[in-house]
């Protein structure tokens, strides 16, 4: 589907709220409020919050929980999703528990060939739509036995996310199953829309797109301060956080910790990404059937900096501590080197048929001040095996700057790019200084201060922004 056609269908999509009802009037439909910023409509029941879906006129209007709901109190009654919302809705600190809704082939938009945006939100778009301070508890959102159609953009919170914000939002337990951009918590993301302060432990499954908080991104949206801690499992461009992040979509600040099973193409954090992520990280084990899986990225071909990973990697070919393959030219194979790792590490253990880097499986970007230490095994004969790199497609020489990898806990001597050293050299501080790292507490190597030796020493260097255990 093009983009012209689901543009489109966003157009659609917003363009049904012209159904008529008719109905009590909107202050009495609710527990109080006028649908202003000053006085929003107040919402203390299950039936009440129901009733949102059924009136799409109220969607630009303010609305304030005041309880926590149990949409079991529905007793039966057909849950209404809440279509267009271009308003305000201000959780108030509370929880929806037992969100139960079953997709069908009638939930697709006019002359669509699939279902579009299944989430408590079917869509929060524009500018001035917000979400906030709400949790869901123990969701429950999948295709029902009878739907025959695609289900993509799914949620438990927002299916589609456009230009809109999600703010300290979460989804607690439960699952969310879809065909594509599938997430825990929004589905899909675009248009500057914004996901900070949320997290969620939802199951996720699907096809491609999936990831433990949102399905995909477009169109600079943005992510900060979040989290996930899920079973995500897909086809294809699965990640604990995001499935995929596109072309000038942001990740800052943010960490997955739960598991991650594809495939192919699966990353502890993001299964692809050609945006930019920064100070982030994942202790997620991440195992895919067959090729491309990273411990925090799968395939980068955007910029990655100041973040880690350490679970375990484990896949067939193009397998990476940190990343499984770092491709240049979205694909096209354009050797220009917008594509970088900098200072970055991966300390997890990583196994795979051929092609298995400690940090980055195959490389053709620039790789800066970046170090691995796990494990690195090579079940094929003839499979390459890298403590740092397995394979180079460039000149490891200028591509893989002032980089390192630990000899003695990877078991393997050799890597397209970098520095290999004993246990005891890497962590020498005296090591690192000599190549240019910039660490806290000196000024020679530069100001940012973006690394640091912990206090319990012999150890490896952390990141700046990392807490002690």
Request: with cysteine.
């Amino acid at each position: 589907m093009n983009e012209r056609r689901r543009r489109a269908g966003l157009t659609v999509f917003i363009s049904l709220i012209v159904l008529a009802r008719v109905g009590l009037p909107a202050r009495a439909r609710y527990a109080g409020g006028t649908g202003t910023a000053d006085d929003p409509y107040l919402i203390e029941t299950a039936g009440q919050m129901n009733t949102i879906g059924l009136y799409p006129e109220d969607g630009d209007k303010h609305f304030r929980l005041t309880a926590d709901l149990d949409m079991n109190d529905l007793a039966g009654t057909a849950v209404n999703l809440i279509g267009a919302f271009r308003g305000v809705f201000d959780g108030n600190g509370h929880t929806i528990a037992n969100l139960t809704y079953r997709v069908t082939d009638a939930d697709a938009w006019p002359e669509m060939p699939y279902v579009w945006g299944i989430g408590l939100f079917r869509g929060v778009l524009g500018g001035e739509a917000l979400v906030k301070d709400l949790g869901l508890v123990h969701v429950d959102l999948q295709p029902g036995p009878d739907c025959t159609k695609e289900v993509r953009s799914v949620g438990a919170l927002v299916g589609m996310l456009s230009q809109g914000w999600v703010r300290n939002c979460h989804v607690e337990g439960g699952r969310v199953i879809g065909s594509s951009s599938v997430g825990g918590l929004v589905g899909e993301c675009r248009d500057n829309g914004a996901v900070s302060e949320s997290w969620s432990s939802a199951e996720v499954s699907g096809d491609g797109g999936i990831g433990g908080l949102v399905g995909d991104g477009h169109q600079r949206a943005q992510m900060w301060q979040c989290r996930a801690w899920a079973r995500v499992s897909g086809r294809c461009n699965t990640g604990g956080l995001v499935g995929g992040w596109y072309q000038e979509c942001t990740i800052d600040d943010c960490f997955a910790t739960g598991t991650v099973t594809a495939v192919q193409q699966a990353g502890g954090l993001v299964g692809f990404l050609s945006g930019s992520v920064a100070r982030c990280y994942s202790t997620a084990p991440v195992s895919a059937d067959s090729l491309l899986v990273g411990g925090l990225v799968a395939i980068n071909s955007g910029l990655i900096t100041a973040s880690w990973a350490g679970g375990d990697v484990a896949g067939g070919d193009t397998v990476g501590g940190l990343v499984g393959w770092n491709m240049v030219g979205d694909g096209f194979f354009v050797p220009y080197f917008d594509t970088t790792v900098a200072d970055c590490y991966a300390s997890g253990t990583v196994r795979g048929q051929s092609i298995v880097g400690g940090l980055i499986g195959e490389n053709e970007g620039t790789v800066l001040r970046c170090y691995a230490v796990g494990t690195v095994t090579v079940s094929k004969a003839n499979g390459l095996a890298g403590g740092l790199v397995a394979a180079n497609k460039f000149d490891p020489a200028w591509g893989v700057r002032n980089c390192f990898w630990d000899t003695t806990t990877s078991g393997v001597l050799v890597s397209e790019g970098g520095t290999g050293s004993a246990t005891a050299a890497m962590q020498d501080l005296a090591t690192y200084l000599a190549a240019g790292w910039d660490f806290a507490d000196e000024t020679v190597n530069g100001t940012e201060d973006l690394w640091k030796m912990t206090g319990d020493q012999p150890a490896y260097p952390k990141l700046a922004w990392e807490e002690q255990p």
